[in-house]
């Protein structure tokens, strides 16, 4: 009986492009493993437990308060402490305005905060909820703040609730008093009104430095008449500026003298 035999043939290049190959995935493999062997270290490493907390940009709320917000905690591996869950929780606190976190290796973590400054204040009952420009409810206290802030007069506030924006029982006021603070933020005039009276939206008015009441009228063509019409006006007229400034029309201001 004849056998046959069959003879496999592999070209020269074929098979050096198969030692290529497994060249290739043995540093692959060798690589993951440095890698995995990395991570291990890094986790669990006792060099790379966080002994060192510090806290920046803050002057109103206590670092210990911050850090104790963050869910961070001495003893903690650096690699394992979430950044997102730490700053979910620092930006819960009403005057926080923007947080970050910042690891310092091989063991430290820096906390950088940005605070909410008051822009206005709300009397509630028997006392005065602060707000930022934004309109988010800061505080409850029984003074109005300490710095001169534009006391919100008829706004009608629904109720408070730290951190969220203040909501008023007449439609519209609460968007309108927000862009009315947005403005003077950006115009840093904040400082320099005493009081923004809102009796309905159609009527809105502001006194700068107690002396000069400008009638703002609806909520259209705001920035004109605040940026342009009002300050304008306000700086021409100098310390002279004690009476009435009516811009509701959008396009003029008219200014009338106190007697």
Same mark, same amino acid.
């Given at each position: 009986?004849?056998?046959?035999?069959?003879?496999?043939?592999?070209?020269?290049?074929?098979?050096?492009?198969?030692?290529?190959?497994?060249?290739?995935?043995?540093?692959?493999?060798?690589?993951?493993?440095?890698?995995?062997?990395?991570?291990?270290?890094?986790?669990?490493?006792?060099?790379?437990?966080?002994?060192?907390?510090?806290?920046?940009?803050?002057?109103?709320?206590?670092?210990?308060?911050?850090?104790? /917000?963050?869910?961070?905690?001495?003893?903690?591996?650096?690699?394992?402490?979430?950044?997102?869950? /730490?700053? *979910?929780?620092?930006?819960?606190?009403?005057?926080?305005?923007? /947080?970050?976190?910042?690891?310092?290796?091989?063991?430290?973590?820096?906390?950088?905060?940005?605070?909410?400054?008051?822009?206005?204040?709300?009397?509630?009952?028997?006392?005065?909820?602060?707000?930022?420009?934004?309109?988010?409810?800061?505080?409850?206290?029984?003074?109005?703040?300490?710095?001169?802030?534009?006391?919100?007069?008829?706004? *009608?506030?629904?109720?408070?609730?730290?951190?969220?924006?203040?909501?008023?029982?007449?439609?519209?006021?609460?968007?309108?008093?927000?862009? %009315?603070?947005?403005?003077?933020?950006?115009?840093?005039?904040? *400082?320099?009104?005493?009081?923004?009276?809102?009796?309905?939206?159609?009527?809105?008015?502001?006194?700068?430095?107690?002396?000069?009441?400008?009638? %703002?009228? /609806?909520?259209?063509?705001?920035?004109?008449?605040?940026?342009?019409?009002?300050?304008?006006?306000?700086?021409?007229?100098?310390?002279?500026?004690?009476?009435?400034?009516?811009?509701?029309?959008?396009?003029?201001?008219?200014?009338?003298?106190?007697?």
């Amino acid at each position: 009986m004849e056998t046959t035999t069959y003879e496999k043939t592999i070209k020269l290049k074929d098979y050096k492009k198969r030692m290529r190959r497994n060249r290739r995935n043995r540093k692959i493999l060798l690589i993951l493993f440095l890698v995995a062997v990395l991570l291990m270290i890094a986790y669990f490493a006792p060099w790379f437990k966080i002994n060192k907390i510090t806290v920046e940009g803050n002057s109103l709320i206590p670092a210990n308060t911050i850090i104790e /917000a963050s869910t961070i905690g001495y003893g903690r591996n650096v690699f394992r402490t979430s950044s997102k869950k /730490a700053v *979910n929780g620092i930006s819960a606190l009403p005057y926080i305005e923007t /947080a970050k976190i910042v690891k310092k290796f091989p063991a430290g973590i820096k906390i950088v905060v940005k605070e909410c400054e008051v822009a206005g204040y709300v009397a509630f009952g028997d006392s005065y909820i602060y707000v930022d420009s934004t309109g988010k409810m800061l505080e409850q206290n029984k003074v109005p703040p300490e710095k001169t802030v534009p006391l919100i007069e008829n706004f *009608n506030l629904t109720k408070y609730i730290a951190g969220q924006v203040f909501q008023s029982k007449e439609e519209g006021k609460a968007q309108y008093v927000t862009d %009315v603070l947005g403005i003077l933020k950006e115009q840093q005039m904040v *400082n320099n009104v005493t009081l923004i009276n809102v009796p309905d939206t159609e009527n809105l008015s502001i006194v700068i430095d107690n002396k000069l009441e400008v009638l %703002v009228g /609806a909520n259209d063509n705001l920035n004109y008449k605040i940026e342009f019409l009002t300050l304008k006006s306000y700086q021409s007229l100098g310390e002279n500026a004690r009476g009435y400034l009516n811009v509701s029309s959008g396009d003029k201001a008219v200014y009338k003298q106190k007697g």
